[in-house]
């Protein structure tokens, strides 16, 4: 098999919003196939082409390139009323994706319950000072009712007789958990309205694990869109404050129902710097004007939920250990310009103990992280502006200073550094594995 025609994944390292949707839509007309594999509308990710810019939740960031056959995996949870906004959004913008668009029936769908009770809960956390911060659109439940038996999933849409016996017994322990004077629409209404939501798409429901073997099989390459990142992983991130699917290489392979030598390369996404949203361990983040500055230049305000990113130095601890998680090829750097005119740029190069001693391994537990310290190493900055330099060679000496000294702390090789957020802004560097497949 020629390098061209290897399956990719596009993963991001840290805590998300790495820059994923952009390099998903570039690196897509090279790819038959792209596939979303967990997570739900939690996701935004940005494509931005000729200045205009479109968020995706759910639909794959290959949405905008017409060969590209667009696949909702098993692991994703599905909010149909915001899928179907996403595709009014496109066919506003003359694009029809409906005729290469394939639902795994075995996906499972987000309820107006799950979305009440990941409100409630995170209401409730809020009084103890126990917020995890969710994005509030009933990602937890969803995941929590699939594990628990009790989800409903895109493939029962196609059976309206058993739809009302399968919601019930989620339904009734969300009504127990929320009392009974909780505004939730009755179960007939939400029948109703997954079946009218669901009548457009009734053709695009199907077997995706078998779409995507037999892709595979022939050869049809694939490019697999992570969402969320690492760090957000429910086993190996921030836990308790993370996401409630695995967004790290496992969850693609119980995502799709594809196994791992279907996959031939991985393609990290991190930013230049790190950034959050939500609550959480963040040991490189910075309250101060530097953070304040990162936010304003990086325009660091989510794009699912608008909530202001908190904002740090590029942390390659988390870096690094989303790269062995992951098994990570190369590293995608995203967003250079912003650091353009700061003084001095910063790296954490590791994390002290509330002693001063090095810290070896990330802590697994939130108590562990809370008495770090970052041990940051400072770079000089570059006044040259590094926005939509297509030649890390014509990067200022500083910047390429600079990203050699991140390389080296996260022990990965760069292969991409982007310089702005439209596609033609960024560098690929010769000789590496992404080279051919931006050529
Ligand atoms: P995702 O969730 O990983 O797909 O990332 P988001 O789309 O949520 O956030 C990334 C944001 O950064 C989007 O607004 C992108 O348009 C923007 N972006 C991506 N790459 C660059 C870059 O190199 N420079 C700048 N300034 N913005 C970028
Ligand atoms: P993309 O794909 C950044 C965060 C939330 C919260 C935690 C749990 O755009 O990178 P959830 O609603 O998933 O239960 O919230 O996860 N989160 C994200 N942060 N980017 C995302 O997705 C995120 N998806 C979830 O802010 O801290
Ligand atoms: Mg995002």
Redesign the pocket.
Known sequence: MSRASENLAVL?LQ????G?GKLVDLLAPRYRHVVRFQ?GN????TVVVDGQSLALHQVPSGALHPGCFLVVGSGVVLNLDVFEQELSRLRDRGIDVTSRLLLSDKAHLILPHHIAL?VWREERAHKVGAK??????G??PAYEMKAARMGLRVGDLKHPDVLAERIRPGYDEVRLRLGSGAELPTIEAIVENLLKAIEPLLGCIGNAQAHLQDAWAKGEQILFEG???AL?DLDHGTYP????SNCSLGGLFTGTGLPPKALHRILGVAKAYTT?????PMVSELTNATGDHLREAGREY????GRPRRCGWFDAPITAHACRTNGVDGLAIMKLDVLDGMAEVGIVVGYLDAHGHPVGQLPSCAAEWADLQPDVRMYKGWQTPTRGVTDHQQLPAEAQAYLDALAEAVEMPIVYVSTGPDRAEGCVYPGTFLEPLLA
């Open positions: 991001g805590w998300g919003d790495e994923k997570g939690n996701a935004g990710h990941d995890i911060g969710t994005t509030g659109r990602i937890g969402a969320q990142a957000l404050f993370v996401t409630s959050r949203v939500g609550a959480g989510g794009t699912t939920t």
